[in-house]
């Protein structure tokens, strides 16, 4: 009965490849975001959807690309991974744009 | 763009001890809410607070939205070691449809 949830909890891997992060929420809500996390626990957020469509794009590489399916799933795709994308990544849903948002439990990306 | 500055940004104290962290922004927000995350897991939402002045208790958690919706403050009395944790405000902007969050407080108590 998870809210949300992230996979794979853990992901290691070489510089230049490509990976996906999978999110899910089952709550219901219409508004999905993609968060990272540093080394200084500094939470950023990435990108903002509203029921499919991008609503917050923030300073992001190009090589970030988030796709949304449907309302309950937010899935990141980083492209050409480089070593300072190492960090954890949270997705978040919450019901509409302002509203508490619920934490899924990271995705901690190391990049070799 | 909205900020959200919060201070200490760590902070190191005895089981038993009080402590308030703070969350200051120059921007006015609809409602403001603290969570706390945990290592290796997600942020949690602690409490939601809504009115210019509001105080909110959670257990030993006190929680005070300021008068013009601007600041706001953490406060634990007698804190323990399960307190421990990063603790992070969030500002909501429902003109704008968005959140946004501080920098975080890291909490250690120490036994």
């Known amino acids: 009965d998870t809210a949300v949830s992230q996979t794979p909890k853990y992901l290691v891997t070489q510089m230049g490849n490509d990976k996906s992060i999978k999110c899910e929420q089952n709550?219901?809500?219409?508004?999905m975001y993609w968060y990272k996390q540093d080394s200084k626990k500094f939470l950023k957020i990435m990108f903002s959807y509203n029921n499919k469509e991008l609503i917050i794009n923030e300073t992001v590489p190009n090589r970030f690309s988030p796709k949304s399916p449907d309302k309950a799933h937010l899935n990141l795709h980083i492209n050409s991974l480089e070593l300072g994308d190492s960090a954890v990544y949270f997705c978040?849903?919450?019901?509409?744009?302002?509203?508490?948002?619920?934490f899924g439990p990271g995705t901690r990306l190391t990049v070799l | 763009t909205q900020l959200l500055e919060q201070s200490p940004q760590f902070l190191s104290i005895q089981e038993g001890e009080n402590l308030t962290v703070y969350c200051n922004s120059s921007s006015v927000f609809s409602s403001l809410q603290w969570y706390r995350q945990e290592p290796g897991e997600g942020p949690v939402l602690l409490v939601t607070?809504?009115?210019?002045?509001e105080v909110k208790k959670l257990k030993r958690l006190t929680f005070q939205f300021g008068d013009a919706r601007k600041d706001s403050s953490l406060h634990i009395t007698a804190a323990q070691p399960g307190d421990t944790g990063l603790y992070l405000c969030?500002?909501?902007?429902?003109?704008?449809?968005?959140?946004?969050f501080g920098d975080g407080t890291t909490l250690t108590v120490k036994p």
């Open positions: 969030a500002g909501e902007d429902t003109n704008a449809g968005k959140s946004t």
């Open positions: 709550l219901g809500h219409d508004t």
């Open positions: 978040a849903s919450s019901l509409h744009g302002a509203d508490t948002q619920y």
């Open positions: 607070v809504v009115t210019g002045g």
